[in-house]
């Protein structure tokens, strides 16, 4: 349950435990000793073979949008594993990881009968919920529903089941039937029950439990959805009253998942829940859900899918039918041994030119020289490949412009692949770098081909010179996060400060107590960060649960700040954390803050120069807008002082790389500074092949 493998380690990362047996018993009695913090809970518990994660999230972003704080549990993990535990969207932190182990621990080594990974990390995931006070949870079952360990909870808001299909066979049986009964399981005396439909024998299944239990039963009506438009970007459909609704999770099956997602809303209204009609389009257009439909490129087209039955499959390739009817298709995939593989080759047999058979990093994966005799024995065209050989890559390069390279059969694929996915070189025609550059060029343009690469943009220079405007243009331009790193130093400065009063008076003072050092370590270990980006670049970050973008910030560079940043451990802990964010988000990081350990990372190094003169005019029309009682020769005056006499800061470490393209703006206005900053970075990006 740790975000990488260098993280603590304990009952969440202990592999003797990642089995699977039947009952509730284990998570009962875990639950029971945390005081059963599931019982203050109100739910909305999901079952079903194929679509459970998109609904989940779809159902997530809406109920986030009415204002609630909607805790979501989800599984498998896609890349990592905090990722299964979110609330209003943000993923669990290390910290509070840590603090889950250590309340489960003594409960879990003391257990006669040993729970599970899958029940410690539900057991963690209703106390957390809990001890953060979500208004509902959006619960996900893990296999089946009657002896999944997330059925502990008592009669949900909604019990809600989605496409059924044959999997999990030696788990849940062999027939349709069987399942759809231990996934009928979920379904309590008191909860209001919506099936997804589709499959009549699966329908009788579930009305005969909901008829026993006495609870209503829905399905979402179909002659009532009309998909008004389809496309890799989404879809448009009618849903009864509401028109014009945008889903932004791609794939035609979607549109079947949200009728499901609206047919809830319709039950959790009932029960009390503020849920407007303009909710559920935010929700619906907003939500957003890894490995599903990703797209990764569109020259040529690549798509991540974790479509691992034949039902998703299935649904997978009618929306391929449906966009890309024609193209040359290659699939990269990996699958699970307990997985019908021959079932799935056997729908793509016909459809795909190639297929590279690849062995996921899991101790159930299918072989792939075995995946490869199978997929050949279907009349595919096949042979065994490594994600780490850059496949994916190569796939790519071969298809041409127009093909489509599916990565698919297994979300435990995802993690091993997603680098590769992430910084695919798609850019490889050369006429598309010299459209790139050219003046002309549209928002558009500019936005597909940089989309698909991570990459960061430093930016320094002397006050008046430009820098942080031309480093929000250019945040602007590429669709990417601007990061004002002055702000950020500021920002955990005086958040530190806040946290422990007395630190100012000893860094003022010159001496930091044995104490307090011992308090800002602890204080720095448990800090988890976060920068996230809303749809103008403008940053919100997270220390901890708190997002101190609005509340602790202060535009004015503060002297306490300042010393407190100098604390050798408050600093490292800077730099650490804009390498962090580097190596997680586009952005442009603008101010002179930057660490000498982030640069190397930087994709492009710009710094931006002036003359004293230019400086202090563009000061001076600053401050007079801001009604400031100055003068010109003032301004220039205390400019000279500053940055040109003998006293002057440290030359800047970006103006020291080797790398470092120097901008002089002295005879540039903002306009002409904003385009020789674009064509610096065009220019780079060209020369490394993005």
Partial sequence: MTADANANTGIFTDEKRRITKPGLSRTRRLLRLLGDPQKQLKFVHVAGTNGKGSFCCMLSFILGSAGLKVGTYTSPAVAHVRERIKINGREISERDVKKLEKRLEPFVKSAKDAPTSFEIETAAALLYFYEKKCDIVVLEAGMGGKDDATNVIGAPAAAVIMNIGLDHIKELGPAVRDIAANKAGIIKRGTKVVFYGGNNEAAEVIKAVCRAKRVPYREPDRQALEIKKAGVNGSVIDYGDLKNVKIGLAGLHQTENAACVIETVKILRREGLAISDEDVRKGLRNAKWPARFEIFSKNPTVIYDGAHN??????????????????????????????????????????????????????????????????????????????????????????????????????????????????????????????????????????????????????????????????????????????????????????????????????????????????????????????????????????????????????????????????????????????????????????????????????????????????????????????????????????????????????????????????????????QSKLAAEKIVLDRLAELGM
């Fill in 310 to 671: 034949v039902n998703g499959v299935e649904n997978l390739f009618r929306s391929v039918d449906a966009f890309f009817n024609g193209r040359k298709i290659t699939v990269v995939m990996g699958v699970m041994a307990d997985k019908d593989h021959k079932g799935i080759l056997k729908l793509l047999a016909g459809r795909v030119g190639r297929l590279y058979a690849v062995c996921p990093e899991n101790p159930r994966s299918l072989p792939a020289e075995v995946l490869k005799e199978e997929a050949e024995a279907a009349g595919i065209d096949a042979e065994t490949a490594k994600i780490g050989d850059n496949i994916i890559e190569k796939a790519a390069g071969e298809l041409g412009r127009d093909g489509v390279l599916l990565v698919m059969g297994s979300l435990y694929l995802y993690k091993e692949a997603l680098p590769h996915l992430k910084q695919l070189k798609h850019l490889n025609d050369p006429e598309n770098l010299k459209n790139l550059k050219s003046n002309n060029n549209t928002e558009k343009d500019m936005e597909k081909r940089t989309a698909d690469r991570i990459f960061n943009i430093a930016i320094d220079g002397p006050s008046g010179a430009g820098k942080s405007t031309v480093a929000k243009a250019l945040a602007k331009k590429f669709k990417i996060g601007y990061l004002d790193t002055g702000a950020m130093y500021r920002t955990v400065a005086l958040f530190m400060d806040r946290k422990l009063p007395q630190l100012a008076g000893e860094v003022e003072a010159g001496t930091i107590t044995p104490e307090t050092e011992k308090m800002i370590d602890a204080l720095l270990e448990e800090c988890d960060v976060r920068v996230e980006y809303d749809e103008n670049s403008a940053q919100h970050m997270y220390i901890g649960d708190e997002d101190v973008s609005g509340k602790i910030r202060t535009p004015l560079i503060s002297m306490e700040a300042s010393k407190v940043s100098a604390v050798p451990s408050v600093r490292v802990f800077l730099v650490d954390m804009q390498r962090k964010i580097g190596a997680q988000n586009s952005i442009v990081m603008d101010g002179r803050d930057i660490g000498t350990h982030v640069l190397p990372n930087a994709t492009v190094k710009i710094y931006l120069t002036a003359s004293a003169e230019e400086r202090a005019k563009r000061r001076f029309l600053e401050l007079k807008e801001k009604n400031t009682d100055t003068d010109y020769e003032t301004v220039l005056r205390e400019i000279i002082e500053r940055d040109y006499g003998d006293s002057h800061r440290a030359v800047s470490p970006l103006r020291q790389a080797e790398d470092a393209i120097v901008l002089d703006t002295t005879d540039l206005d903002l306009e």
